[in-house]
């Protein structure tokens, strides 16, 4: 879909010459590929190849092979512009041609103990609950990794998270479940500009044996500048200031998710 080859992508990725040739490294290349793609060709994914896709998905591995994850397709063209709309609206979700609500799912394993008798009071924890969310985001990212090497595309969308009361109505879930990401997919756009998009130095996220606080961001925050100004967007600003200015905003209608998850029956105890 995106031709770079390894070494070019790792230079995209940080800047720098990769240490990796050969096999291994054309066979990574397609994960370091990667970027979010937010506008769509008219080319439809069949829904053999979602399918397909879904199979992958499930093909994650999930913590004690409990599956506490769920997704919902929103295909109707009206249920799409309402889950847009609590969506922020953005257009990549109105453009891609499936859209899909992952969803923590404690309850359908609440209902299988239950049917064998069993009480699962231990669901209403923050174990639980993390379990979840890190099942339904490997299943995601699995699915995208599969529609990639097929050249399809997505992008997620947490804005799912903007209205989570709205959102469990439009797609009427049950308690013990929370809608946590959307993920658009679709064939990209011809010409499509989404490009490589920088990351942390490996240093600063990779420790070996023990945390160091001491290694800082490197040249990131400057390789960003050069990525935001490249793309035209924010002249000057760099990855710190951009985040910084994420983390220390209001949570907007986010607020909400600790109450939802209480009445949800997901109280973090
Ligand atoms: C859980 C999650 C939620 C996201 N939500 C949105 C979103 O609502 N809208 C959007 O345009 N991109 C969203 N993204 C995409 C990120 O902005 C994107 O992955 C990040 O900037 C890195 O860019 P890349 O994916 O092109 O490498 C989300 C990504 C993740 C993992």
């Known amino acids: ?7 070019e992508a790792w230079r995209l990725r940080y800047g720098s010459e990769s240490p990796l040739s050969g096999d291994e490294a054309d066979q990574l290349a397609r994960f370091l590929t990667h970027r979010s793609v937010r506008s769509y060709s008219d080319r ?12 992958a998905a499930q093909s994650a591995a999930t913590s004690s092979n409990l599956q506490m994850w769920s997704v919902v ?46 009480n699962p009071t231990a669901l209403d924890s923050a174990e639980f609950y993390t379990m979840g ?19 399809i595309a997505g992008c997620y969308i947490g804005a799912l998270r903007n209205d989570v009361y709205a959102v469990k ?8 479940t929370i809608g946590i990401f959307g993920l658009c997919l679709g064939y990209p756009a011809e010409g499509v500009g989404a490009e490589i998009k920088p990351r942390l130095n490996q240093d600063s996220v990779w420790f070996e044996e023990v945390y160091d606080l001491e290694r800082g961001l490197g040249d990131y925050d400057e390789r960003m500048v050069e990525f935001y100004e490249s793309q035209g967007m924010n002249p000057g600003v760099n990855w710190s200031q951009r985040s910084g ?13 600790r109450g939802f998850l209480a009445e949800q029956g997901l109280d973090l105890r």
């Open 169 to 176: 109505e439009l797609l009427g879930l049950p308690k013990r």
């Open 73 to 118: 397709s929103v295909q109707d063209y009206a249920r799409r512009k309402e889950i847009a709309k609590l969506c922020a609206d953005q257009n990549q979700i109105h453009d891609a041609s499936w859209f899909f609500a992952f969803c923590v799912d404690l309850e359908r394993i609440a209902r299988a103990a239950d049917a064998v008798g069993e």
């Open 1 to 7: 879909m995106f031709g770079e080859k390894f070494g």
């Open 133 to 151: 969310v890190v099942d339904a985001a490997l299943a995601a990212e699995r699915m995208v990794c599969a529609a990639e090497s097929m050249g």
């Open 44 to 55: 439809e994914i069949s829904r053999d190849v979602i399918a397909g896709l879904v199979a």
């Open 245 to 257: 200015r994420r983390v220390s905003g209001e949570l907007g209608g986010r607020k909400a998710i």
